[in-house]
């Protein structure tokens, strides 16, 4: 069996909890391989709503297994809280959520240094979700990290000790105002919270699994323009959130990929600080806030909105080697009477392109190409046949700008408004 990875194209908040939840019936497993609690993944069915930040989408379908992998970063006490919020609304998750030993803590004091750092960097902040992701990944990658196998033993001395070297670089940030007491205290009950799970060598389960015939999907975080490699640095996250990024956040091969479903939604939205070429400051972009409801479901920030962008759209299909897309939000264009979609840009020194550029940060004129829209409702809609035709047009369009077909249009935010082409 294959292992086939679901990414956002965009800059994050493109619908994959959504869509995780519309294709967990059809896996035995879903894995999240990176990022943590600073991921929102908005799910809603039955009249409910549910976010998750570090828990797998596929936890409310049925009996799957659903495992958070090496390469996530995990905060205990946001996770107890999310994990306890969970079993309190009917959704048990003992057994049924495997943890990684290897995943990263995140300390109460990461969070701190994500403070004091973004706080030096004064108008170059990076707009962070203050979760603490950059310095427990900057632990990680410098061999300094506490990972989740460390709680099984000794952890209280190894947790002074990482914290202390923390207290000393916030000192050295002058960044002293605080008090960790009642956090810790919450962050320790996270601990023994945590304990209660079963704490897995993930990388052996996963291909085990695939070895004896079960299907897994790996669910994404965070969006390829954040990736720390390939996104608009430095204005991204601290994680490879592209395909790649599954690999070595679960242990598995490249020959192990099977689909890799890249999602994107009808327009393009971005939170935090950092460059976005087609970014609305008029009227229709305050409109595609207002209709997709467009706040971050972590933070509560105006998320900034524009229309697609197709350059930064085929470079996170190239660097992933996307093999089939889902289009999110589409109702949201639905009163739209043109739409437009960035075909190239043009580059300070007049020349066109269509290969996503180095520096996003300055000169970049984007070229629109105009279609008209289908002013038409959307959402009660249930299968392509019932498609207004500029709405047909308008995929049939970004299919061959982006040479790479879409299998799934999404036409509202509960799991019931989904079309499967
Ligand atoms: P994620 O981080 O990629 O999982 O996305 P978020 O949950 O942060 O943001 C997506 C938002 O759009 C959520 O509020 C979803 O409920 C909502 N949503 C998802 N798909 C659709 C859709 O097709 N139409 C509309 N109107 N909303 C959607
Ligand atoms: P999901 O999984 C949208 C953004 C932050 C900030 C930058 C770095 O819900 O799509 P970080 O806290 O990771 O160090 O912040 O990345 N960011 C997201 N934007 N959706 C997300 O996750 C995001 N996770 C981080 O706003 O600009
Ligand atoms: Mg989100």
Redesign the pocket.
Known sequence: MKIDVLL?LQ????G?GKVVDVLTPRYDVVARFQ?GP????TLEFEGQKFVLRSIPSGIFQGGKVNIIGNGVVLAPDLFMEEAKALEKSGHPLHERLHISKKAHLIMPTHRLL?AAYEAAKGKDK??????G??PAYTDKVSRSGLRVGDILENFEEKYAAHKARHEEMLRSLNYTDYDLTEVEKTWMEGIAYLRQFPIVDSEHEVNKLLKSGKSILAEG???TM?DVDFGSYP????SNTICAGACTGLGIGPNKIGEVIGIFKAYCT?????PFPTELFDETGKKMRDIGHEY????GRERRCGWIDLVALRYAIMVSGVTQLIMMKSDVLDSFATIKACTAYQLADGSVTRDFPYDIQTGITPLYEELPGWQQDLTKLTSETQFPKAFSDYIAFLERELDTPITIVSVGPDREQTIVR
């Not at 800059?11 to 493109?14: K, P, Q, R, V």
């Not at 600073?38 to 993944?41: E, K, L, R, S, Y």
């Not at 990076?126 to 979760?131: L, S």
């Not at 971050?296 to 933070?299: D, F, L, R």
């Open positions: 956002g800059w994050g908040d493109e994959k990022g600073n991921a929102g993944h994500d990076v707009g962070t979700t203050g979760k992701i950059g975080a965070q969006g954040l204005f991204v996250t601290s971005r939170v935090g600080a950092g971050g479901a972590v933070t």
